[in-house]
């Protein structure tokens, strides 16, 4: 159903790795996609110190979220896009999500 919806895709067209550990760009994105779609701009006025590892396909969806509270970095300044969400990371941001966006 997720796949159906656009909310998440495989690793390329023909590989799905659902036993993969899922990235912080990767959640992010996931959740953007699910809720973001009222969101195509993000304000532009603040930038990671590590915007360039942030993935082109993830920053609407990093930046947008990050704009409404939703998403934060591993520290006020970095979002550490290319390593793994954690349990409390992952629960942080769905009760942002969940606090923050009318469904």
């Known amino acids: 159903t997720a796949y159906s919806n656009g909310i998440i895709s495989g ?14 760009e990767q959640a992010v ?6 809720v973001g779609k009222n969101f195509e701009e993000y304000s532009g006025t603040f ?6 590892e ?4 993830a920053k609407l969806a990093v930046y ?7 998403v934060n970095g591993r ?3 970095t979002f550490s896009a ?5 349990r409390v990371e992952a629960a ?3 009760f942002n999500a969940v606090s923050k966006i009318a469904w």
């Open 92 to 94: 942080a941001l769905l």
């Open 75 to 77: 520290t006020s300044k």
């Open 64 to 70: 947008g979220l990050h704009d409404l509270g939703i």
């Open 47 to 52: 930038v990671f110190d590590d915007d360039a």
């Open 11 to 24: 690793i390329s067209n023909t590989k799905f790795a659902p036993t993969d550990i899922i990235n912080r």
């Open 54 to 57: 942030i993935s082109q396909w």
């Open 29 to 34: 994105a996931m959740l953007y996609r699910m």
């Open 82 to 86: 290319k390593e793994s969400m954690t």
